[in-house]
């Protein structure tokens, strides 16, 4: 961000570690069981007042964003979940294969595409299968904050 008068609403990066932890996320994305993806950008009302969140994450080829990464949950707003394949000669394939489940139906996605999570609906576990070339993943609330309640 610059100090103009609207340079405050461009936001360039992801959190650091003291605000992952704030925010209840583990700063490190590698330990074991976690799988990766690099942080791109996020923004939320803590970052800039009057935001609502969202978050944007790069998956990368190979195994280390492969597993599940979101256990069931419910949001008091709505969410969109996004996947965004990379290649530029089929931008519509993920070349990749994600699942998701929204209430008691699963989900197997292999093009790029947009899900729309009215408020109070279970989804997830989210689970990335495989990831050939990278995949940009993207969730937005409509509310400040990423707030979720856990749900079996």
Not at 28 to 41: A, H
Not at 52 to 64: A, D, H, I, Q, T
Not at 88 to 117: A, M, Q, Y
Not at 133 to 138: C, E, K, S, Y
């Amino acid at each position: 961000m610059d100090h103009t008068k609207y340079g405050k609403y461009i936001v360039t990066n992801y959190l650091s570690d003291e605000e992952k932890i704030a925010r209840g996320r583990t700063p490190d994305k590698r330990q074991e069981g976690v799988p990766f993806g690099n942080g791109l950008l996020w923004l939320d009302e803590k970052i800039v007042k009057g935001a609502f969140y969202m978050e944007v994450l790069l998956l990368e080829p190979g195994s280390r964003s492969t597993g599940e990464w979101v256990k069931p949950h419910t949001h008091d707003t709505d969410e969109i979940i996004g996947f965004v394949g990379t290649s530029v000669s089929d931008p519509h394939s993920l070349n990749g294969e994600v699942e998701l489940w929204l209430e008691d139906e699963k989900h197997d996605i292999t093009r790029s595409c947009l899900v729309f999570v009215p408020k109070g609906l279970k989804h997830c576990p989210l689970v990335i299968k495989r990831v050939g070339t990278p995949i940009v993943h993207f969730s937005v609330l409509t509310g400040s904050q990423y707030l979720w309640t856990f749900t079996s």
